[in-house]
């Protein structure tokens, strides 16, 4: 990976744990099963990128461009995608751990987020418009002045949304889930 330019690549098995890559541009890549746990991926650019299965958990992301990037089955626990560039950010998660990620600021409308983790994840100010949360769990996610219009959020459990803070006009929530909708107020759904 010394190249500063990767184009119709797989990398497969890499371990390249706590160390840097950055500089790099990678365009219509795959990462298999890589481990780059606790590493540095900073001023990066990703366009067209699938990572697989891969450990990228605590990975610093800071100014890195993530074009159309999707996660499947990997561990990015503790990433701050607020850090990354915001021209061009477009990522999907796919039976993905995505806990103790944050997202803030981050404008990030019609994400899909599909049978993933997300606890303790923090949204603050994010903008998830018509975004997707299928069988996604969100206990302790954090969703402050966050816009979640025309969200989706029918099959995602264990949220806590307030109303009043954060817009959620035209979102979708399943009767079960109103209790994440009212549970400042310390009333009982039966």
Known sequence: MNELLHQNKTFEKVLYPGKPIKGREFEDCVFKNCDFSNGDFSQNRFT????????????????????????????????????????????????????????????????????TSLKNAVFEQATLTKAVFDNTDLAGAVF???????????????????????????????????SGLLSKYDIRIE
Do not use: H, W
Request: proline fraction near 2%.
């Open 48 to 115: 067209d990128c699938q990572f697989v299965g891969c450990n990228l958990a605590m990975l610093k992301l800071n100014r890195s461009t993530l074009n159309n990037v999707t996660f499947k089955e990997c561990k990015l626990t503790g990433i701050s995608f607020g850090e990354t560039e915001e021209f061009l950010f477009t990522v999907r998660f796919e039976g993905c751990l995505l806990d103790y990620a944050s997202f803030l600021k981050r404008k990030m409308p019609k994400t899909q987020f599909l049978n």
């Open 144 to 178: 402050e002045r966050t816009q979640l219009n025309e969200a989706d959020l029918v099959t995602a459990y264990n949220y806590t949304i307030d109303p009043e803070v954060n817009s959620i006009r035209k979102a979708r929530f399943s009767q079960s889930g109103l």
